[in-house]
């Protein structure tokens, strides 16, 4: 019988999508023994402010121009067509219904970690779920530490954020650094964040 498609699951904003993201996922590729990773847009986030969130559409092309290079990086704009706001263990189940071939395993912060308390159905997740958590700041101890579902990676601590780079842009300073080349161009072609 075959075996089943290790698919890690980046669920984001990606407004915009940097240089950061990407290199998580890679670490979850080489190290995680994932045989995929989908980058899931968030049309809108329950937990964060919509303030500088450009649309959805424009915030997908960014993370499909970001990926479009390793075969083995996906979007994913399953959410789109989801209420909003989207709930993690929603999309999950639905994107499981959709996909019995794949096992998939939610990708988080440690910062996620921490408040993961907060989030819808948190205890179906964890149970449902493989969960593998990247280090985002310092760590700290959790509630959710010791879980057979919940692994606590070695990857590196990535310090970008999509909010230092928009940031950067109302600032006029230069972003090359922090999110890919076809990234920047679109965000300078579509005028993106600027104050």
């Known amino acids: 019988m075959p075996k089943n498609i290790q698919t890690g699951l980046l669920f984001g904003s990606f407004n915009p999508i940097h240089k950061g993201h990407l290199k998580i996922a890679t670490y979850m590729l080489d190290y995680e023994k994932l045989n995929e990773v989908w980058f899931v847009v968030s049309p809108h986030n329950p937990l964060k402010d919509k303030g500088m969130l450009v649309s959805k559409e424009q915030r997908l092309e960014m993370t499909r121009l970001a990926v479009n290079r390793n075969r083995r990086f996906k979007t994913c704009d399953i959410e789109f067509t989801m209420p909003e706001p989207s709930f993690t263990i929603d999309t999950l189940r639905l994107l499981r219904l959709k996909f019995p071939q ?85 965000i300078i072609n579509m005028g993106l964040y600027r104050a």
Do not use: C, H
């Not at 969960?131 to 310092?138: E, H, K, N, S, T």
């Not at 990535?158 to 090359?176: A, D, F, P, Y």
């Open 102 to 186: 794949n096992d998939f395993y939610l990708m988080i912060g440690s910062d996620n970690l921490q408040e993961f308390d907060k989030w819808k159905d948190y205890k179906s997740i964890i149970n449902e779920f493989k969960i593998l958590v990247y280090p985002r700041g310092i760590n700290v101890q959790t509630n959710f530490d010791n879980y057979p579902n919940i692994k606590i990676t070695d990857a590196p601590l990535i310090n970008i954020s999509s909010t230092e780079v928009r940031q950067k842009i109302m600032l006029g300073k230069s972003i090359e650094r922090l999110v890919p080349a076809s990234v920047n161009r679109y």
